[in-house]
């Protein structure tokens, strides 16, 4: 039964390959979009803990600072 | 009215978004792929070959769905001088892309059993190849300029270029003698497509809906933080 389904009358080679291209491509631009969020993210994380007191106090009055900051684990 | 598109205002939400969306993806993705590998019957003339359209059909027409938004965001970003809707519209573009590419891609998978030929320089397929290429002139567009005001003229410039394409590529089974079947969903008539095959067809385009906004909020959330870092190299 299982290899019925994995054949499909002949046309699993089509089916399986055109699901599974669909799959790679999704999962290839979630891992990139994830990764270059990762890396904008650590690149504000480490530019806030280079300004001095006064500055960071500033930076941290806007609120999508504040929301960038307060949500490092998020995603 | 265009205050509350001010990315202060959404940032809040879109940056807590991503993780239900995904939740909500895997969900309907996997509820969508059950009802179309397994549960959906196979047709009478194609046979199991039919399946292809579970994934060929949704992300035909999201990506056509995504590029007349980008148009529309664009066109209303442009007149208004609304700097968000050109970072939504940039936004959106990979996925569009990526969906652009899948139907092509399946598209050409289906063709080998059905015609008998990987590809066929038709006026669907054509048209749908010249989509690409907007999309593609469209992110490099945005790689290309610095200058905000550039940007946004030349991306404007191509979307508008690119919306022409959209009828064509929508009408071109109507209009050409083509290949490619005409359209078997048509909102305002009767629909030639069998529930049993409607139902799953609809599962799945509510699956890449769900994967295109996911990957919006995150590619969003990164352009939002992107002027963030601008913003503290000028502190």
Request: no cysteine; aromatic share 16%; hydrophobic share 50%.
């Given at each position: 039964m299982i290899k019925e389904f994995l054949l499909m009358d002949g046309f699993g080679l089509y089916v399986w390959s055109a699901f599974g291209f669909t799959l790679f491509n999704f999962v290839t631009l979630y891992i990139f979009t994830k990764i270059q969020y990762v890396k904008e993210k650590n690149k504000f994380i480490a530019k806030f803990g280079t300004l001095n007191s006064e500055r960071a106090a500033f930076a941290k009055s806007q609120s999508i600072n504040k929301e960038i900051l307060s949500n490092i684990s998020n995603i | 009215m265009f205050k509350y598109f001010e990315p202060n205002k959404i940032f809040s939400i879109t940056s807590k978004a991503p993780k239900y969306v995904l939740l909500l993806f895997i969900i309907v993705l996997s509820i969508g792929l059950t009802e179309a590998l397994i549960l959906s019957p196979e047709d009478y003339k194609q046979s199991h070959s039919v399946r292809i359209m579970y994934v060929h059909v949704p992300a035909a027409w999201i990506s056509l769905g995504i590029f007349s938004s980008i148009t529309f965001l664009s066109l209303i970003g442009f007149i208004f001088k609304i700097r968000n809707f050109f970072l939504i519209s940039k936004s959106l573009a990979p996925s569009g892309l990526v969906f652009n590419i899948v139907a092509l891609v399946t598209g050409s998978i289906w063709g080998?059993?059905?015609?008998?030929?990987?590809?066929?320089?038709?006026a669907r397929i054509t048209s749908m190849l010249i989509l690409a290429m907007f999309y593609i002139m469209y992110i490099i567009a945005w790689r290309i300029y610095d200058n905000n005001d550039k940007v946004f003229k030349a991306t404007s410039v191509i979307t508008i270029l690119g919306i022409i394409n959209v009828p064509i590529i929508k009408y071109s089974v109507d209009w050409w003698n083509t290949l490619h079947q005409p359209a078997s969903i048509n909102i305002l008539s009767n629909s030639s497509i069998h529930i049993s095959m409607l139902i799953p067809l609809l599962i799945m385009t509510a699956a890449f809906a769900l994967f295109s906004l996911l990957i919006f909020l995150m590619k969003y959330n990164t352009e939002l933080i992107k002027i963030k870092n601008k913003g503290l190299d000028r502190l």
């Amino acid at each position: 039964m299982i290899k019925e389904f994995l054949l499909m009358d002949g046309f699993g080679l089509y089916v399986w390959s055109a699901f599974g291209f669909t799959l790679f491509n999704f999962v290839t631009l979630y891992i990139f979009t994830k990764i270059q969020y990762v890396k904008e993210k650590n690149k504000f994380i480490a530019k806030f803990g280079t300004l001095n007191s006064e500055r960071a106090a500033f930076a941290k009055s806007q609120s999508i600072n504040k929301e960038i900051l307060s949500n490092i684990s998020n995603i | 009215m265009f205050k509350y598109f001010e990315p202060n205002k959404i940032f809040s939400i879109t940056s807590k978004a991503p993780k239900y969306v995904l939740l909500l993806f895997i969900i309907v993705l996997s509820i969508g792929l059950t009802e179309a590998l397994i549960l959906s019957p196979e047709d009478y003339k194609q046979s199991h070959s039919v399946r292809i359209m579970y994934v060929h059909v949704p992300a035909a027409w999201i990506s056509l769905g995504i590029f007349s938004s980008i148009t529309f965001l664009s066109l209303i970003g442009f007149i208004f001088k609304i700097r968000n809707f050109f970072l939504i519209s940039k936004s959106l573009a990979p996925s569009g892309l990526v969906f652009n590419i899948v139907a092509l891609v399946t598209g050409s998978i289906w063709g080998k059993p059905t015609w008998g030929t990987w590809w066929a320089w038709d006026a669907r397929i054509t048209s749908m190849l010249i989509l690409a290429m907007f999309y593609i002139m469209y992110i490099i567009a945005w790689r290309i300029y610095d200058n905000n005001d550039k940007v946004f003229k030349a991306t404007s410039v191509i979307t508008i270029l690119g919306i022409i394409n959209v009828p064509i590529i929508k009408y071109s089974v109507d209009w050409w003698n083509t290949l490619h079947q005409p359209a078997s969903i048509n909102i305002l008539s009767n629909s030639s497509i069998h529930i049993s095959m409607l139902i799953p067809l609809l599962i799945m385009t509510a699956a890449f809906a769900l994967f295109s906004l996911l990957i919006f909020l995150m590619k969003y959330n990164t352009e939002l933080i992107k002027i963030k870092n601008k913003g503290l190299d000028r502190l």
